[in-house]
């Protein structure tokens, strides 16, 4: 995840995984482990 790409589109890039995984845990109403939050439960009637 810290080594840039060798080969394709995304050649020369480095995964930037670890920002962007916290922004979708919170899109998708779920905590920082990528559980659903009480909340996000509670709107799906879980």
């Known amino acids: 995840m810290n080594e840039a790409a060798k080969t394709g589109p995304g ?3 480095v ?3 670890d920002e962007m995984l916290p922004k979708y845990y919170d899109a ?3 905590d920082g482990e990528g559980r ?3 909340a996000t439960r509670e709107r799906l009637g879980l």
Do not use: H, I, V
């Open 36 to 38: 659903p939050t009480s």
């Open 28 to 30: 998708r109403g779920w």
């Open 11 to 13: 050649k020369g890039m």
């Open 15 to 17: 995964s930037k995984l």
